[in-house]
């Protein structure tokens, strides 16, 4: 620890994507910050994600997280520029459009009402019928009935954009530790003074965290139990010289499409419940591949690229918790994002930057506040 200096005003912990993005909030508005990843950052679900910024497509109804997930898709234009004139690193933000599928005469009746709720966000969206579909796609399957329209849906490179985030943070004077994990928060009464880490102590003021799916461990030692726990989702891609679609096709949570730049298809992804093991099995690629091939027939002879997993970190509601700890003075968690991660790390950064200056938008965070649910206080 000789090299590192030991006092900072925020020890933020968790180098996944939303632990940047409140280091680089954070750095933006003069805060000494630290940033502390247990292995490289990124490496967990920050990387393993699809980056579909699919705010109408995954939420089917108005409220706070909506609203949330609205607030945060509008930023990534923005943000895109500003980080890319900072870093020079171009998280391929990009806006073709998406299709959310219907394979059936009764889901279309669903995907016809969401069209019409969604419509009244973005009067674009429109649904379309099967002929319609085609000419937009060529490549969707003959068999889809037909879908919602969403032309102005984005999606991003995860990794690059955690990485924008942290180099970033970085080039306003963060300090960056990977492979330093935090052993335990150490306190005086009531208020947080620093971190126990492998690499020794540090002292801050203030402390978030930011640890994904492993958000309930060092919680548990503050007397709270929150419920966060992990949710694998495995993929695979192909790769293909001349694009097969264009726009992400979304059929349902277990099965969207989303073309990249480079080239390469994601296809995911499965949800295997309570398990930290990142392991990919032949019965989740195969179910992916018999459904991805049923959208788009062409996907069966594409040129297969790799396979890979991460483990989304789920809460008892389903809601992100972003907010102060209850009763540890200086503590603060960002956790719990679950399937949306990506799609929330801008406006993640920007309320936690606001909250530790203690000017946050209590109506705003008041659905994401962790003892919402009267979490159990031992
Ligand atoms: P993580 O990325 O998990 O980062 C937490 C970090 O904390 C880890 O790097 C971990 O090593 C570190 N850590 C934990 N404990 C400690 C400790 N004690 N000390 C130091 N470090 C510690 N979201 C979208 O918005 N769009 C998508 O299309 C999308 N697709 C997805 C597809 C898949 C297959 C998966 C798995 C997820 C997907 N997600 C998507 C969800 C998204 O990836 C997550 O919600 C998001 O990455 C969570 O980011 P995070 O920074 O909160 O957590
Ligand atoms: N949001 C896509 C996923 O979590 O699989």
Not at 51 to 71: S, T, V, W
Not at 145 to 165: C, E, I
Not at 220 to 232: A, C, M, N, R, S
């Amino acid at each position: 620890m000789e090299k590192v200096k030991n006092t900072f005003d925020v020890a933020i912990i968790g180098g996944g994507i939303n632990g940047s993005s409140i280091a680089y909030q954070l750095s933006k508005i003069g805060k000494k910050v630290v940033l502390l990843e247990k292995n490289q950052l990124a490496c967990e679900a920050s990387s393993a994600a699809a980056g579909m910024l699919a705010a109408q497509a995954e939420i089917e109804q108005d409220g706070p997280f909506f609203q949330l997930a609205l607030k945060s898709q509008s930023m990534f234009q923005a943000l895109s520029n500003e980080l890319l004139e900072m870093t020079g690193i171009d998280i391929e933000f990009i806006q073709k459009g998406m299709i959310k599928i219907a394979e059936t005469e009764e889901m279309a009746k669903e995907v016809q009402q969401q069209a019409a709720f969604q419509r009244n966000w973005d009067p674009e969206i429109e649904w379309l019928d099967r002929n319609s579909l085609l000419k937009l796609e060529p490549s969707l399957s003959q068999n889809v009935t037909g879908g919602m329209y969403l032309p102005n849906d984005g999606h991003v490179q995860p990794a690059k954009l955690s990485q924008a985030f942290a180099n970033a943070a970085e080039l306003l004077g963060a300090t960056i530790l990977e492979n330093t994990e935090v052993l335990s928060l150490i306190y005086e009464n009531d208020r947080v003074i620093g971190v126990k880490t492998t690499l020794g102590n540090l002292h801050c003021q203030q402390v978030v965290l930011a640890t994904g799916a492993w958000a309930s461990k060092l919680l548990q030692e503050t007397g709270l139990d929150i419920t966060v726990y992990p949710v694998k989702g495995e993929c695979f891609s192909v790769k293909t010289d001349t694009p097969i679609i264009n726009r992400t096709i979304f059929s349902d949570k277990r099965c969207y499409i989303v073309p990249k730049r480079n080239g390469e298809i994601y296809i995911g992804a499965t949800q295997v419940e309570n398990t930290f093991d990142k392991k990919v099995t032949p019965g989740g690629i195969i179910r992916l591949i018999e459904r991805a091939v049923k959208l788009v027939p062409q996907i069966k002879d594409a040129p297969w690229e790799r396979v890979w997993a991460g483990v989304r970190p789920q809460t008892g509601d389903g809601l992100p918790y972003i907010g102060e700890h209850p009763f540890k003075k200086g503590l603060f968690i960002a956790a719990g994002h679950y399937r949306n991660g990506i799609l929330l790390s801008p406006v993640t950064g920007t309320l936690v930057a606001d909250l530790l200056q203690g000017k946050s938008d209590e109506n705003l965070l008041k659905a994401f506040r962790i003892d919402r649910n009267k979490a159990k206080v031992y």
